[in-house]
């Protein structure tokens, strides 16, 4: 048995062949992959260690982390295995000829490797796509899930993994669609017919945006008439959401909202037609000329199957109602159609509540909407045409009553960018509304008291003259 492990290991050590000064063997073949399994599986774990534990504890990003996680295993995998093979002997002065021999033949050969190599570390330094961004290439879109020296992972929406190789990342053109954050515009097409009422378009796409609750309020949805084609009006929505990488789910929603609601309003979708004008009817229709006017409508056309349900009165045609508003034209509503949104409430339902933040002004459409005084337990009812909401808007101070809806009521809200906006669009609002609010001053009063138990105003300069106090704060937040 000793003889058998003496010969086994003499072969082993018998040199195979001289590289440089240095002679190969078994036994150093073994110890040279021994090396690179050793410095392969430690550079694996740093990079595991690096990426799950240390660096997201500093929270970092997930691209962030995996790229710094990367490159950190790669040079210490590379140090790792020169002093392995330092310590085993072997000479790396004297494969420094034999190298720079290879490197001609190898360069030839390996060329497309050696360019994904150099556009992996390209990736991994300059940080343009990261794992986890969302990307768009040709037709492909995805989740980048990993990043290495020779191709990157690209996990698709129906979840199949593609490898891409990261020259073709480098050199071609790439839409990021979360290079900076998750949020982005998602856009609906859509087309009507020539016959709708653009403004009441504008308003059902608006209205459908609210609707969508993917749809983020950090930004106001906006509607572009895009162009007057031969057989369509073509207008396009623009949503803002918090997950871009999401917009198919958004998407997919709000075209089977704007369909529904573009039906309940009679608006058709465009479809490509073509009519025939026949100057000589008789030629088809088998009749007397006496008889024209009876067979006319062969060739009239027809709406299909609309929705013949009762249609809700478009938002343009509410405002009008109101006496501030009935002279406006229609590019003027049309801005307020744009800024605002119509929201409808049921009996007793709560509009908002005492506490909550002020970031809505409110125009009462129909129906009407009332709140209670705590300490004089007197109920104030606001009516159509009427406002509420204005008071913790212009201050920018949190709600002092909570309002509820008497009956079924439709009301107009508005942003306190959208209330800026219809401020300067409509400057006359400025007075309207302060005299509205100087004929309720038994709730100014409560609503200065609250707000000087809160520290947010002067209680002396505010009971003075309330009415005053509001004007100037409204001048000075709206630079009126």
């Known amino acids: 048995m000793f003889n058998f492990f003496r010969q086994l290991h003499s072969k082993f050590s018998s040199p195979l062949f001289e590289l440089g000064n240095s002679t190969i063997s ?13 410095a392969l599986l430690v550079s694996l774990w740093l990079k595991r260690f690096l990426s799950r534990k240390l660096l997201s504890r500093l929270g970092w990003g997930q691209g962030t982390r995996e790229s710094a996680a990367a490159i950190a295993s790669y040079l210490l995998g590379a140090l790792l295995c020169v002093v392995l093979l330092q310590a085993t002997g072997v000479n790396f002065a004297s494969l420094a000829v034999v190298a720079g021999s290879l490197g001609i033949g190898i360069g030839f050969g390996l060329q497309e490797i050696t360019k994904n190599f150099i556009s992996g570390l390209t990736l991994l330094v300059e940080q343009k796509l990261k ?81 969508e609750e993917t749809v983020s ?10 162009n007057i084609g031969p057989s369509s009006l073509d207008f396009a929505l623009w949503v803002w959401t918090n997950h ?73 045609d509410l405002i009008r109602q109101l006496p501030y508003f009935n002279q406006c034209s229609d590019l003027e509503i049309r801005k307020l159609v744009e800024i605002g949104r119509r929201q409808r409430l049921e009996t007793s339902h709560v509009l908002y509540r005492e506490g909550d933040p002020g970031n809505a002004f409110y125009i009462i459409l129909s129906g009407s909407v009332g709140y209670a005084l705590k300490e004089t337990g007197m109920t104030t009812v606001i009516k159509a045409g009427q406002f509420v909401g204005e008071f913790s808007l212009m201050l920018n101070v949190p709600r002092t009553v909570t309002v509820t ?19 300067n669009d409509q400057p006359h609002l400025y007075d309207v509304i302060v005299e509205e609010m ?15 138990a809160l520290g947010l105003l002067n209680p002396e300069e505010y009971n003075q003259n309330p009415v005053g106090w509001i004007r100037k704060r409204l001048e000075s937040l709206f630079g009126l």
């Open 131 to 211: 794992v986890g961004d969302f990307i768009e290439i040709d037709d492909l879109l995805g989740h980048i899930t990993e990043i290495s020296l020779r191709s990157t992972v690209i996990r698709t929406v129906t979840e199949r993994h593609i490898v891409m190789p990261n020259s073709d990342l480098v050199s071609n053109r790439i839409v990021n669609w979360t290079y900076l954050n998750k949020k982005g515009w998602v856009s609906i097409p859509v087309s009507v017919s020539h016959g709708s009422d653009p403004l009441l378009v504008i308003e059902v796409l608006m209205d459908s945006a609210y609707l």
């Open 244 to 316: 871009v990488d999401q917009k198919f789910k958004t998407e997919s929603s709000l075209n089977f909202i704007v369909r529904q609601n573009l039906k309940q309003h009679g608006i058709r979708l465009a479809s490509p037609r073509l009519d025939v004008w026949n100057r000589n009817p008789n030629v088809v229709i088998n009749a007397e000329p006496q008889e024209y006017s009876e067979q006319a409508f062969l060739q009239q056309s027809y709406d299909s199957n609309l929705d013949t349900s009762t249609k809700p009165m478009p938002v343009k």
């Open 217 to 226: 309020s950090e930004r106001t949805p906006e509607v572009y008439f895009k």
């Open 26 to 38: 078994l036994s150093a073949i073994a110890q040279f992959l021994l090396i690179l399994l050793i």
């Open 405 to 423: 809806a008497l009956e079924q009521t439709t009301l107009f809200a508005l942003s306190p960018k959208g209330f800026k906006q219809l401020l």
């Open 438 to 452: 100087g004929r309720h001053k038994e709730e100014l009063s409560q609503q200065g008291r609250q707000l000087s």
